[in-house]
């Protein structure tokens, strides 16, 4: 669900040239081509990147589906989290902070599962070997056209972050979008999926001349970085924060009587 517009110099080639996008992504390290990276800055948004609330609430519902709730009890388990997180910190929530809401909020945990029916409690609690990761199992009754809206918001949130034009963002996400039906959409949600950029980048590309793509696509490149390393340092804050805890609770556990 990441990239951030931060400015970077464009060297000047012999002549006075500008550096191609081709050329500005190399020096960044990265192997992505520019219509790839392109795609990348609508379709994954930043982690920082806050939205409406009710594009915020969309995409909990989708997220909670995507763990295993059923959709109607996806919705309860939204209206649960907002209850324990609060109307005002929810409307502050970052589009990152969807996966480890969890982590940040503890008790939205077992308000949400108040909300889930004895198949959604099947799906989210699946036996899994002792030190191995419980699988997703997704919901089975997604609402595709749910789907579409909360990600033409979030695609649309995410070109206005990263600098693109009304007329830009209309025409990348349309590209994205049109191409999928909302059984399409469910499906991404029910398989476990996300949508590849790479699979959109050759559409995404023709919304924008060569001159743009040469000024745009170097800051998006470096933006990719940058947050790239935001996510890893928010990794590494929440990794040593479960730690922690586990711990204190192994701590606990062995100074008992």
Same mark, same amino acid.
């Given at each position: 669900?990441?990239?951030?517009?931060?400015?970077?110099?464009? %060297?000047?080639?012999?002549?006075? !040239?500008?550096?191609?996008?081709?050329?500005?992504?190399?020096?960044?390290?990265?192997?992505?081509?520019?219509?790839?990276?392109?795609?990348?800055?609508?379709?994954?948004?930043?982690?920082?990147?806050?939205?409406?609330?009710?594009?915020?609430?969309?995409?909990?519902?989708?997220? *909670?589906?995507?763990?295993? *709730?059923?959709?109607? !009890?996806?919705?309860?388990?939204?209206?649960?989290?907002?209850?324990?997180?609060?109307?005002?910190?929810?409307?502050?929530?970052?589009?990152?902070?969807?996966?480890?809401?969890?982590?940040? *909020?503890?008790?939205?945990?077992?308000?949400?599962?108040?909300?889930?029916?004895?198949?959604?409690?099947?799906?989210?609690?699946?036996?899994?070997?002792?030190?191995?990761?419980?699988?997703?199992?997704?919901?089975?009754?997604? !609402?595709?056209?749910?789907?579409?809206?909360?990600?033409?918001?979030? *695609?649309?949130?995410?070109?206005?972050?990263?600098?693109?034009? %009304?007329?830009?963002?209309?025409?990348?996400?349309?590209?994205?979008?049109?191409?999928?039906?909302?059984?399409?959409?469910?499906? /991404?949600?029910?398989?476990?999926?996300?949508?590849?950029?790479?699979?959109?980048?050759?559409?995404? /590309?023709?919304?924008?001349?060569?001159?743009?793509?040469?000024?745009? /696509?170097?800051?998006?490149?470096?933006?990719?970085? !940058?947050?790239?390393?935001?996510?890893?340092?928010?990794?590494?804050?929440?990794?040593?924060?479960?730690?922690?805890?586990?711990?204190?609770?192994?701590?606990?556990?062995?100074?008992?009587?």
């Amino acid at each position: 669900m990441t990239a951030m517009m931060s400015l970077v110099a464009v %060297a000047g080639c012999s002549g006075g !040239d500008k550096e191609s996008a081709e050329d500005a992504l190399a020096k960044l390290g990265l192997s992505d081509s520019p219509a790839v990276v392109l795609a990348v800055a609508i379709e994954r948004p930043s982690a920082q990147l806050v939205v409406e609330p009710d594009l915020t609430s969309a995409y909990l519902r989708v997220a *909670y589906a995507a763990r295993g *709730y059923g959709w109607a !009890d996806a919705q309860c388990a939204v209206e649960r989290a907002i209850q324990v997180i609060g109307v005002d910190a929810f409307a502050t929530l970052s589009v990152g902070s969807i996966g480890n809401l969890q982590a940040a *909020y503890p008790d939205t945990e077992p308000a949400a599962r108040e909300c889930a029916s004895p198949e959604s409690l099947a799906r989210l609690d699946i036996d899994v070997p002792e030190g191995e990761k419980r699988p997703a199992t997704p919901a089975t009754d997604v !609402d595709g056209a749910h789907v579409r809206t909360t990600l033409d918001g979030l *695609y649309r949130a995410s070109a206005a972050d990263r600098g693109l034009t %009304a007329t830009e963002a209309d025409c990348a996400v349309d590209k994205i979008l049109t191409p999928r039906s909302d059984d399409d959409l469910a499906a /991404v949600v029910e398989d476990n999926r996300q949508i590849d950029p790479a699979d959109d980048a050759d559409e995404v /590309v023709t919304c924008f001349s060569t001159e743009r793509i040469d000024e745009f /696509v170097p800051q998006v490149g470096q933006a990719l970085l !940058d947050d790239r390393a935001e996510a890893n340092k928010e990794h590494d804050r929440i990794q040593a924060e479960i730690n922690a805890q586990i711990d204190a609770m192994n701590a606990s556990t062995t100074t008992d009587p």
